[in-house]
Each structure stands twice: as structure tokens, then as C-alpha cells.
């Protein structure tokens, strides 16, 4: 792999933007201060971004790698170092009745303290973990360690995703134009996440991973990588589309019978394994309690069509008669909600299966009850990007997208390292 000239200028490049975006984080934090609380979503973040909002989280107060830890980065931390039940960690207070039928059922015998951890999924810890073993040498205390392995963990898979969106890409766009998409994926203005303690980095490795694979038909792997992108994040279990039109081509609508003869079951197999995967954690007491900390905390869901229209219809009064920095956030969020859409239209043509499983997590993202992270959600979504380097071949664009691309993640890139909203 390394024998490929662009291939090595991929990994040179990505070192230089782990530390780029690490050290400028740094640097900001050190040179200015913002004024607080963040009015971005005014109904909430006003009381979560004061100058104490953090007190009592110490996941978020360690001040080792801080600037890379915010937000859901404490419940990723608590869970690979003391599990889902940690003590430290910030729970929440659900009243059980709510999600049984019976009416006789006692309201305080029914009140249980749940830790938030419970709304993330095991993948991503389980991989800090593991990597936390070899770091223990250093000496540093558990929650540090396990930062650096977060950091570590997430890093590694912008590596492999920006490796296999250039393989994604080559086949259209060619070496430069696949060069172009890897690029973009890392300064699109969500991309910081990438390297962040957050989930982008390692579900963007394992998802673009898998259809990388599966274009080859290396049938296995891609499943393999499935299965850990589905437990990674739920819509993970989105691959199984891709994987299913490849399959579907192969055999040929009219000859679907085949699909039950012996060539192709194994394939039917590696095919419905990440749904598998995903509906046994579904089942499991892990899966269940995920549902309810979702619903009583989180207000999210699968599809809840009404509770996003009504969030959707505030975004857009929010983008276009709020003004200060409500507005500036929401204009964000709608602008690259459609982009997104936009590309997968340019690119279903050429990429279907690429193109179905992009449109999947937009729309997943877009339904799921509350409209904020949509930027940082389109990062998993390849058609994004193959659609910016297509258009990439003009170079007045190039040069235009890479400015405004840098600007935005500069200023998202501080917010996060000071504790404020950035999606």
C-alpha cells in the first residue's frame, strides 16, 4: 500500500493535521477566552456553558489533552475506564412508568438513577480500552490515559477513512481528484471531530472501510468492519444496504432464487451480519436501557417525523430571525443538511451504493428528533465528498472551499477546546 506515492503523501498529510488541529487547539485556548454562556440553542446551552458547567464531571476536567474532551467525550471516557455503571459519571433521573403500560405500577418504586453512559455505544470504548494497556507505561492517571487513547483511537480511523475514501474516489476523480476527497474530508468545518474524543473518527474509518471493501467484493472484510461500525453507531447498521445492491447486482433481479442456493448464502450471511450484530445489542440489557435514556433524556429517536419537523421549523426561525449566534449556528446546520443532500443527488448515478448509504445517515440524522450535530453527522456520509471533489476540479472552488472549510473548523475547532456548543 505504501509503495503508492499518494497513499504516503495521505499519512504525511494526516500527522500534519492530528497536530496541526491539536496544537492550534491549544494555542487558541491559551490566547482568548470567549464570552460566556453560548446562546447557539438558547433553550439549553446558555445554563451548560457557564464558567462552572463543568464542575463535578472530573472525565472533562483532567487538564491533560482538555482541549480534545467535551461534552459526550465523558461518557466514552467513563465507560472504557470504570464501565457503564460508573459512579462518576452525570446520570439521570427516569421515571420508568413512562415506557411501561401498566397504570398501577408505583411512580417512586419506578424512579431509577441511570448513568448517560448507557446512551453510547460500547464499540469506541472498548477500543480506548484496549489501547489504554500499552499507555498504562507512561504513568499517567486513568482518565488521562484513556484521553490519549481516545485521541489515538479516533486518528487512526481518519487515517483509514481518508485512505479509503481516496480508494472510493479513484475510480471517478482519479489520483488527484481522490487525493482532493481525502482532503476535504479533513477540513470540512465538522472535521476536528475527527480527532476529537467523539465516535467520527473511528465509525468514518470503520464505514468508508467497509464499502471500500465491498466495491472490491472483499465480502469478509467489509462485513467484519460492518459489524464494528454498527456497534460503533446505530446507523452503522445502514451498510447492510450497500452490501445488499452489491449482492442484488450480482445475482440479478430476475434470478433472485440463486440467492438461496450455496454460492451466494455465505454472502446473504456476511450480508445481514451487521443487522445481526445490531439487533442482539438491541435485545441485550445494554440496547434496552440505550432506549430509555435516548427517549427520557436525549429526545431522540428512529424517524420521529413530527418531533423533527417542529425542531426543523425552529432551526429555520432561529437561522433567519434570531440573529447573534443562534442564528450563526442554525444557518450552519441547514447549509450543510442540504449540501449533503444535494451531493447525494450529483452522485447516486455513478455511486449508488455509496450514495444509498450517505442519503441513510443524512436522513437517519435528519429525522431523529433534534436538529443539532448535522454538521458533524454528514461526515460519515462518503457522497459528500466525492460530490466537493467533483466539484473540486475547478480550482476557483478548490481554492474557495478550502478557505471557507479552514475558517469554519478553526472557529468550531475553539469553541470545542473552551467547552462551547460546536454541534
Not at 296 to 304: I, Q, T, V
Request: hydrophobic share 55%; proline share 5%.
Amino acid at each position: 500500500m505504501f509503495k503508492n506515492k499518494t497513499i504516503r503523501n495521505i499519512v504525511f498529510l494526516w500527522l500534519a493535521w492530528v497536530l496541526i488541529v491539536i496544537g492550534y487547539q491549544a494555542w487558541a485556548a491559551a490566547r482568548m477566552q470567549p464570552q460566556r454562556p453560548d446562546y447557539a440553542r438558547p433553550f439549553w446551552t446558555p445554563r451548560e456553558t457557564t464558567a462552572l458547567a463543568q464542575a463535578g464531571k472530573p472525565y472533562l476536567l483532567e487538564p491533560f489533552m482538555n482541549q480534545q474532551v467535551c461534552w459526550d467525550s465523558e461518557f466514552y471516557l467513563s465507560i472504557a475506564v470504570a464501565g457503564y455503571e460508573d459512579p462518576l459519571v452525570t446520570k439521570a433521573e427516569v421515571n420508568l412508568n413512562q415506557f411501561d403500560d401498566d397504570p398501577l405500577n408505583d411512580y417512586q418504586r419506578n424512579m431509577r438513577s441511570i448513568p448517560l453512559s448507557y446512551a453510547f455505544f460500547p464499540f469506541y470504548p472498548a477500543m480506548i480500552w484496549l489501547f489504554m494497556w500499552p499507555l498504562k507505561l507512561l504513568g499517567m492517571n486513568a482518565i488521562a490515559t484513556a484521553t490519549l487513547a481516545a485521541v489515538i483511537v479516533s486518528a487512526l480511523g481518519a487515517l483509514g477513512g481518508m485512505i479509503a475514501l481516496y480508494d472510493l474516489a479513484r475510480g471517478e476523480l482519479e489520483d488527484s481528484g481522490a487525493w482532493r476527497a481525502a482532503f476535504y474530508l479533513i477540513i470540512f468545518p465538522s472535521g476536528f471531530f475527527l480527532t476529537m474524543v467523539y465516535t467520527e473518527g473511528l465509525f468514518v474509518g470503520l464505514a468508508f472501510g467497509s464499502l471500500a471493501l465491498l466495491m472490491r467484493r472483499k465480502w469478509v472484510w467489509a462485513a467484519i468492519l460492518a459489524v464494528c461500525a454498527a456497534l460503533t453507531r446505530s446507523v452503522g447498521v445502514a451498510l447492510v444496504v450497500p452490501m445488499g445492491v452489491v449482492l442484488l447486482r450480482e445475482v440479478g433481479l430476475r434470478n433472485l432464487k440463486a440467492l438461496f442456493s450455496r454460492p451466494y448464502l455465505g454472502k446473504v450471511g456476511l450480508t445481514l451480519l451487521p443487522l445481526a450484530a445490531f439487533l442482539a445489542w438491541k435485545i441485550s440489557p445494554l440496547g434496552q436501557t440505550f432506549d430509555i435514556i435516548q427517549a427520557a433524556w436525549f429526545g431522540r429517536g428512529f424517524l420521529e417525523f413530527g418531533k423533527s419537523w417542529e425542531s426543523w421549523k425552529y432551526a429555520f426561525d432561529q437561522a433567519f430571525h434570531s440573529g447573534g449566534p443562534s442564528m450563526a449556528y442554525h444557518m450552519m446546520e441547514m447549509f450543510f443538511s442540504v449540501v449533503a443532500l444535494i451531493a447525494c443527488v450529483f452522485t447516486f448515478k455513478r455511486h449508488p451504493e455509496i450514495t444509498l448509504f450517505s442519503l441513510t445517515v443524512i436522513l437517519f440524522a435528519l429525522f431523529s428528533g433534534d436538529i443539532q450535530g448535522m454538521y458533524r453527522y454528514v461526515l460519515a456520509a462518503p457522497s459528500l465528498f466525492l460530490f466537493l471533489s467533483r466539484l473540486g476540479r475547478n480550482e476557483a472552488f478548490d481554492r474557495a472551499w478550502t478557505i471557507a472549510s479552514l475558517l469554519l473548523m478553526g472557529i468550531n475547532a475553539y469553541l470545542f477546546a473552551l467547552d462551547m456548543w460546536a454541534g
